[in-house]
């Protein structure tokens, strides 16, 4: 690795970059030019459409200012009318509920919010619309419909305010007339766009850039200094469809010619080119492309001193990346130019962390904290004048004047950037100087692909904690608003990952793959891992076991409850601790990706802690309400021996959670994993019997479903049976089980389902492709949650399915040992032959959208990814359990698809793609689905946190990892005494007055 880990301690960080400005600057001294720009922006506030205007009328935090950002986001690129008038409506009829109350007054509450909204709406196109106070003006002509036309019209105009153009002529030519009443001003144009998801779009983009880079040379000066032209900035993942660290080497062969082509290009031209920041997975690939592309200047274009990169300062490792790429500079004996930002992806960055486990997060968590970052990192970017020229980007006129500080004590030169539609209240009195020099960061394009860098600004922006926010709110004082920085807070601000779940249950332990270290410890297990034959129990001895596992029942199940958590605690502790080998043994046994089996060892700890967890706290007893002169107590008991019998496609996820439940409730278990997968089982049945759970209490009885588990089913005194598999194996345990005389033996199923994923006009194509492709062939399709059926809007279907296609054929098929693979072999020969057969139906029945691979069982039975159109959604005959994609288009009412989906009979997963929210809650509602996932994928249920199981043909509940799962395990028992029986009520007669 180029760089320390992003995972450390923030308070420990910070301190270090408080260390590094120690003498640097005095605060007070070094803001006090700002006071008088905070005041002259404040007595001549910029114009209305500016972010200061906007965040002032129309705050996040406010129901106008959420609704504004929400219709900015989507609505310019709904193509049908329909859909767009129901999301203007969705958005502003929201205050409706807002009004509610206990008196019964919600209807005029919410009929005054609306019109306050409504006035709102109006207002602000007002702003925008020249003849809307005409007698006979837009407005007057609409009449009922004003309030949505009204906002369309503002959305679609608001928009024009934060893009410099919509071509890059426009935009040269707006930047020329900018120039003559500023003349410091220079520009790097930002050609608008999200990151590429085929190579199509990725070629697209290529010559998006060429074609400014040409345009921009037209007008530089070949023979001048490099910065005092205009330039542009880049984003790698713009250029590759797969720019990710597992794709490494591919990205260097493919992503680094692209790149240089355009250097190249920007060098002949005396232009500067900005590589932009991206997330913290991707610093070092991007860092790896960076080097190679100054190998090329060097060698090339060694005269060239507009090459450069954007570094973000919320980073907990900015600091270091500026040493590392002066290092690079010198190292190349290049000049390079730095944007120092404070960042974008601050909140995905934040939840990506939570989401993983991480042991710190990878950015500041308090706001001050970045700015420490931020003074520190200019100061080592003015410290470096031989290999770097400092471009410093922020609007917070207080950080601007620390830097002019900086840069004096320095004598080093630099230059400032704002963004185009941004700071520029500020800026007006910054450039007042003429020596200082500001580069406006432009955004070119349409306007609908303005909006989620738009919306992202209104984030950022929009927080109470940021400056543009505070500046724009006049009940901020100029003390508090211009206050020091350089302080140290010892505790994040917010929870870290470990402690999510909070005091009681300890996040499950994650790895970051990005990170090398953390690859090795796993890529060590798995090249000293051996994988052996498991003897097969035999069925015939099924009678014996059971006994055993009786004869345990009678101690185990009186052993405290907190004793058998506290084991089962134990339990996850040692798993977590061996995560690399169980890793191994997923890869090599049950064909796991890297990331899947990651996510699968987390799983079986989370499994562990919270079924502990669950069962100190149900099965402690209840006291009941009744008269007086008794106690009522409810208590729970085990039920006796469960069998368990889990899949090959969670081998250890699914296994250990059936078996912890059982355990944690006071049962024994039979456990029968799945023939394909029965290694991984035992070790994990090792590891209970390890940590103190007696080896009578839990065997592993491995062997076929049709000996083995059909004799444990067919067992007398069997308490219960917890299964997950298919839904024809489900039913003739169930059939099995009722067969049998003797007690109603209750029955745990999870199944599978022709799981759904409803698509509207609103939603982001970009979000849509990725939770497809996520949802469909992660996992190479054998997830009992993974997307079958993709019924996406007319209106948008011919682009979204281009996108799938391209997206699918980006991906990697192979053996999971290796990192780069995205998909790998499904589990054997016979689910091989099975889905082949399928295909080839399909084939026949439907229309192909993705190119047939040939057969390769040969090979490790690897299946591409396969996609499907279809007429309708009752063409779906049956769940396909592996990398295949049904495909429908569906217009007119989205409830109907709803009811076709649930007319299916299966009810696992489903997902809902929209920017209605009235719409995803009525959706959700009508759906007969036991997990709803809005606006991601639908794979990838969290313990705890999206209790996961269906209904219908897709299980009978309850909810593994949920509140109500241990509950089946136990039975109840209610205690009755009569406290009067010898001597009377003594209590009562004691409290009479």
Not at 99 to 108: I, R
Not at 266 to 281: K, P, Q
Not at 567 to 575: G, H, S, Y
Request: charged share 20%; glycine share 8%.
């Amino acid at each position: 690795m180029r760089l320390p880990t992003p995972y450390r301690p923030e308070a420990e960080v910070v301190a270090h970059r408080l260390a590094a400005l120690s003498g640097a600057l005095e605060w007070a001294v070094a803001s006090a030019p700002a006071r008088p720009w905070v005041q002259a922006v404040r007595d001549n506030p910029p114009p209305f459409w500016a972010m200061e205007s906007l965040l002032r009328e129309y705050p996040i935090s406010s129901a106008e200012g959420l609704a504004l950002m929400r219709l900015a986001e989507a609505l310019l690129r709904v193509p049908d009318a329909e859909t767009a008038i129901a999301l203007t409506a969705d958005q502003l009829g929201r205050a409706d509920f807002d009004g509610m109350d206990e008196t019964g007054a919600a209807q005029v509450l919410g009929r005054s919010t609306l019109a306050k909204l409504s006035s709102s709406a109006i207002a602000l196109s007002k702003k925008f619309l020249p003849d809307a106070e005409a007698p006979q003006g837009l407005l007057t002509k609409l009449g009922a419909k004003t309030v949505v036309a009204a906002t369309v019209r503002a959305v679609q105009l608001l928009g024009r305010q934060f893009v410099l153009g919509q071509t890059i002529g426009d935009a040269m030519d707006e930047a020329a007339a900018a120039r003559k009443k500023q003349a410091q001003l220079t520009y790097s144009y930002d050609m608008l766009g999200e990151g590429a998801r085929t190579d199509a779009d990725a070629l697209n983009y290529l010559q998006s850039y060429k074609n400014a880079i040409e345009a921009i040379a037209g007008r530089a000066d070949k023979a001048g200094v490099c910065e005092k032209n205009d330039g542009i900035s880049i984003k790698l993942s713009a250029l590759h469809p797969r720019y990710e660290w597992t794709q490494r080497e591919r990205v260097l062969a493919e992503l680094v010619p692209r790149v240089w082509s355009l250097c190249e290009q920007a060098a002949r031209a005396n232009i500067n080119l900005t590589i932009d920041a991206e997330e913290v997975d991707r610093l070092e690939l991007s860092l790896d492309v960076f080097e190679a592309l100054a190998a090329l200047v060097a060698q090339h274009q060694p005269q060239w001193r507009g090459f450069g990169l954007a570094m973000q300062a919320y980073q907990t490792r900015a600091l270091e990346l500026i040493e590392h790429i002066a290092s690079i500079g010198r190292k190349y004996k290049l000049r390079l130019m730095c944007r120092l930002v404070k960042g974008a992806y601050w909140d995905s960055e934040i939840k990506r962390a939570q989401e993983l486990g991480l042991p710190h997060y990878p950015v500041f968590t308090h706001k001050h904290h970045t700015d420490v970052s931020y003074l520190a990192c200019a100061k080592a970017l003015l410290d470096a004048p031989d290999a770097i020229y400092p471009q410093f980007a922020t609007h917070n006129a207080a950080t601007i004047a620390a830097i002019l500080s900086l840069a004096a004590k320095s004598g080093n030169p630099f230059e400032l950037q704002r963004l185009h539609g941004m700071g520029e209240g500020v800026y007006r009195e910054v450039l007042k100087n003429p020596l200082i020099g500001c580069r406006v960061y432009a955004p070119v394009g349409k306007h609908r692909d303005l909006l989620a860098y738009l919306v992202r600004r209104l984030l950022e922006n929009g927080a109470n904690s940021s400056f543009v926010h505070q500046l724009a709110d006049e009940s901020v004082g100029m003390e508090e608003i211009l206050v020091s920085p350089l302080r140290l807070e010892p505790e994040s601000a917010f929870v870290l990952p470990p402690k999510l779940f909070g005091a009681g249950r300890k996040n499950s332990a994650g790895l970051d793959l990005e990170v090398a270290t953390q690859r090795a410890a796993l890529q060590t297990a798995f090249d000293n891992l051996t994988v052996p034959s498991v003897p097969e129990f035999d069925a015939k001895k099924a009678a014996s076991a059971y006994s055993t596992s009786a004869t345990s029942y009678k101690i185990w199940s009186k052993t405290p409850v907190a004793e058998r958590a506290a084991l089962l605690r134990q339990c996850a502790d040692a798993l977590e601790h061996q995560m690399p080998r169980f890793c191994a043994i997923l890869v090599k046994e049950a064909f796991k990706t890297w990331g899947d089996a990651v996510s699968e060892v987390r799983e079986a700890v989370d499994f562990l802690r919270f079924y502990a967890d669950e069962a100190e706290r149900i099965m402690a007893p209840v006291a009941l309400p009744g008269p007086t002169g008794e106690t009522n107590e409810l208590r729970l008991s085990a039920r006796g021996v469960w069998v368990c019998i889990s899949p090959w496609n969670f081998p250890l996820a699914i296994f250990m959670g059936q078996v912890a439940a059982a355990l944690a409730t006071g049962n024994t278990v039979l456990a029968k994993p799945a023939e394909q997968t029965p290694f991984v089982a035992l070790e994990a049945v090792r590891l209970l019997h390890s940590v103190g759970v007696p080896e009578a209490a839990v065997q592993l009885l491995h062997g076929p479903g049709e000996t083995v588990g059909a004799a444990l089913v067919a067992l007398p005194g069997i308490a219960g049976v917890v299964f997950t598999g298919s839904t024809p194996v489900a039913r003739i345990i169930n059939r099995a089980l009722a067969a049998k005389d003797g007690p109603i033996v209750p029955l745990i199923a999870e199944t599978g389902g022709i799981n759904a994923m409803l698509v509207d006009s609103t939603a982001l194509p970009e979000q849509v492709v990725d939770a497809v492709v996520q949802s469909a062939f992660r996992s190479a399709g054998q997830r009992c949650s993974a997307l079958r059926l993709l019924c996406v809007h007319d209106a948008i279907a011919d682009h979204v399915i281009e996108m799938v296609q391209g997206a699918a054929k980006e991906l990697v098929l192979g053996n999971t040992a290796e990192w780069a693979t995205d998909v790998g072999p499904v589990i054997d020969k016979e689910a091989f032959d099975g889905i082949q057969k399928h295909i080839q139906r399909l084939h026949s029945t439907a229309k192909p959208l993705l190119a047939q691979s040939a057969p390769t069982p040969a090979a490790g039975n690897l299946i591409a990814p396969q996609a499907f159109e279809l007429k309708q959604v009752s063409d779906v005959a049956q769940e396909i359990f592996g990398p295949v994609l049904h495909i429908v288009r569906w217009s007119g009412d989205p409830q109907t698809v709803i009811e076709q989906i649930n007319a299916l009979g299966y009810g696992l997963t489903l997902g809902i793609q929209t920017r209605i929210d009235s719409r995803a809650h009525a959706l959700a509602a009508a759906a007969h689905i036991g997990n709803v996932y809005i606006n991601r994928n639908i794979i990838g249920a969290v313990v705890g946190v999206q209790p996961f199981g269906g209904e219908g043909l897709s299980g009978t509940g309850p909810k593994a990892g949920g509140p109500h799962y241990l509950y089946r395990f136990c039975a109840e028992q209610t205690l009755t005494v009569n406290t009067t029986a010898a001597g009377g009520n003594a209590a009562l007669l004691a409290s009479m007055p």
